[in-house]
């Protein structure tokens, strides 16, 4: 069973620049969460999907948003990007078939901002 | 919001011996505690998790603990061997949203 895909593993943009991160989820899980890691931050919530409707929103500015697609597979945007911006983002699997679920993440997507 | 601590946050123990990370949350309402693993490079990997109806969960050399009175839990690593060096988080949540600890680096010394 494949796992979780992101693409890409890495990016560099500048200031300004907006960005677009893909997650393709395991096969059959039907919600994909978004978290951002940093060293001083940590791992934070961003948001989750759940059949293309967006059921939790962490605490992020609107320059962070994201969809999910009939096929399950979701992408997140980054508008007008900051240095503090550069995290790996990391995007999680559920199967969504149950009230609580395991998250199984992928390998995350290196961004760095210039 | 939930709020997750996580203790100690750097570990160090001799091949063999046993390791033991700490978690306390500060929701009542969290429900699921799961434990990951994350290597350099890649993303955190699930190792273990307990919903709040278990009191104590075990998979081979690995355990986790919960006291929801306490509001805390715990991982234990029985045996350690080099390839449990990584980093290690606590989470928990009482939705889809984990709330994660800050993470413990284990390095297991041979």
Known sequence: KAGVTQTPRYLIKTRGQQVTLSCSPISGHRSVSWYQQTPGQGLQFLFEYFS???????????????????????????????????????CASI???????????????????L | ???????????????????????????????????????????????????????????????????KTAKHFSLHITETQPEDSAVYFCAASDDYKLSFGAGTTVTVRA
């Open chain 1, 95 to 113: 199967p969504g078939t149950a009230t609580y679920n395991e998250q199984f993440f992928g390998p995350g997507t290196r961004l760095t901002v």
């Open chain 1, 52 to 90: 293309e409707t967006q059921r939790n929103k962490g605490n992020f500015p609107g320059r962070f948003s994201g969809r999910q697609f009939s096929n399950s597979r979701s992408e997140m945007n980054v508008s007008t990007l900051e240095l503090g911006d550069s995290a790996l983002y990391l």
């Open chain 2, 1 to 67: 919001g939930e709020n997750v601590e996580q203790h100690p946050s750097t570990l160090s123990v001799q091949e063999g011996d046993s390791a033991v990370i700490k978690c306390t949350y500060s929701d009542s309402a969290s429900n699921y505690f799961p434990w990951y693993k994350q290597e350099l490079g890649k993303g955190p990997q699930l190792i273990i998790d307990i919903r709040s109806n278990v009191g104590e969960k075990k998979d081979q050399r690995i355990a986790v603990t919960l006291n």
